[in-house]
C-alpha cells in the first residue's frame, strides 16, 4: 500500500482524474494491486479499458481502493499545505519581531549617540570656559605676545626663613 503513495501522488500532482478507469495519458494503463504497487505498465486503447480484477478478482474492490488511496493522498496534502502555511506565518512573525527588535536596538542606539554628542558638547563648553578665565589672568604685551602674571607663592617665603637659621647656626659654629 505505502508503495502506490508517490505513484498515486504524482498522478494527483499532473491533475489526472480517471482513475476509476485506469487509464492515463494516451493510452497507458496502470495496473494497481490491492497490495500496492505498480504491477505492470501496459499500452492500452480506449475501447479496450475495462475494470481491472485484483487478486480476489473484483473489479469494484480495486476501484474503491485506489479511490480510498487518493483521498488519503489529498488529505494529506491539505494537512501538508496547512503546516506548511502556518510554518510560513510562524516565519513571519519571527521576522517581523527580529526587525522590530533590530528598529529598536538602533534607536537606543541613536539616543546612546545624542547622549554621547550633548555630553561631548557640555565638555568643550566647559574647557571654553575654562580657556577664558585663563585668557583674564594673562596679559597681552603691546606687541601681541602674552605674559604670565608674576605668582608669587608662600612656599618661596618659609624656605627663606629656613636659610637664615642654618647661616645662624654656621656663625656660631665658627666662632668656637
Same mark, same amino acid.
Given at each position: ?15 489526472? !482524474? ?66 506548511? +502555511? ?13 526587525? !522590530? ?39 597681552? +604685551? ?28 654656621? +656663625? ?5
Amino acid at each position: 500500500m505505502t508503495t502506490c503513495i508517490p505513484h498515486l501522488l504524482f498522478l494527483l500532482l499532473c491533475g489526472v !482524474r480517471a482513475l476509476d478507469r485506469r487509464t492515463w495519458h494516451r493510452g497507458m494503463m496502470v495496473v494497481w494491486l490491492g497490495r500496492g504497487g505498480a504491477q505492470a505498465t501496459q499500452p492500452l486503447s480506449d475501447q479496450s479499458a475495462q475494470p481491472v480484477s485484483g487478486p480476489s478478482g473484483s473489479g469494484g474492490n480495486l476501484s474503491s481502493s485506489i479511490e480510498t488511496e487518493l483521498m488519503g493522498f489529498e488529505h494529506s496534502l491539505a494537512q501538508l499545505r496547512r503546516d506548511f +502555511e502556518a510554518d510560513l506565518a510562524r516565519a513571519k512573525e519571527e521576522e517581523e519581531q527580529e526587525r !522590530r527588535k533590530a528598529e529598536e536596538a538602533l534607536a537606543a542606539a541613536k539616543q546612546q549617540e545624542e547622549a554621547a554628542s550633548a555630553e561631548v558638547a557640555k565638555q568643550e563648553q566647559a574647557a571654553e570656559f575654562s580657556i577664558k578665565d585663563l585668557g583674564k589672568t594673562t596679559t597681552t +604685551e603691546a606687541d601681541g605676545s602674552r605674559k604670565e602674571p608674576a605668582v608669587v607663592t608662600t612656599e618661596q617665603e618659609p624656605a627663606a626663613e629656613q636659610q637664615e637659621p642654618a647661616a645662624e647656626q654656621q +656663625e656660631p659654629a665658627a666662632e668656637q
